[in-house]
């Protein structure tokens, strides 16, 4: 009888030790919550908005400094809808002295950003892609004046020359530059944007180098 209560005793531990295994089992890890999307951002034609706006996109020429078209054809002037606001008001203060606004850029794709630090890998002449520039995050403009008929009008430098005379600080020159040079400033100021003290032509969005980097085509795949 102690036999086979010493077998009883042991089955019945044995067929126990499932159970307490069971119990033991870690309990499942809750699903993980999914990443919230990043917000989409807009990119605004600014000519849709400019109508007397004049585009000469040179990066979608080869009149450029780098000699090559790096934009496609159907490149435009896009810009965030802040930039393209702020464009509207210097816009209006210009027609008002008889001006109107002509872009050289504006948006660039980071992909079009590392063709051009393949072409030129010198900061000071092109930004490099893996911080972009603030023309890859569509808070900057390359810009000049025209009268309302479309007219050039004289200005320290052509575009994109990166010698001194194309600071804002720069004295020489003709009387005539430096007022051109003096009015687009006043009016792009008075909208909001901020000067590249190094190019006359070129400036950015308040606080742009804190936005994301984009890389949006010039145009819709399809």
Known sequence: MRAA??????LALLGGAPALAEDAKPAAKPASTPKPAAP????V???????D??????????????????????ARCLLLPDSVKRLTQAAEALRAQGYRLKVYDCYRPRAVQYEMWKLMPKPGYVADPRKGSNHNRGGAVDLT???????????????????????????????????????????M???????????WWHYDLPGATKLPVLDVPFTPAG
């Open 45 to 51: 034609d600014a000519a849709t908005v400019i109508p």
């Open 5 to 10: 209560a010493g077998l009883t005793l042991t």
């Open 40 to 43: 989409k951002v807009e990119l």
């Open 53 to 74: 706006l004049v585009l000469d996109l040179r990066y979608a020429t080869k009149d450029n400094f780098l000699k090559r078209q790096v934009y496609p054809d159907g």
């Open 189 to 199: 100021e008075g909208a909001g944007f901020q000067r590249n003290r190094m190019e």
């Open 145 to 187: 004046l025209v009268t309302k008929d479309g007219e050039a009008v004289e200005m320290p430098t052509p575009f994109d020359d990166f010698t001194p005379a194309a600071h804002h600080g720069y004295t020489g020159g003709t009387p005539a530059s430096r007022e051109h040079r003096e009015v687009l400033r006043k009016a």
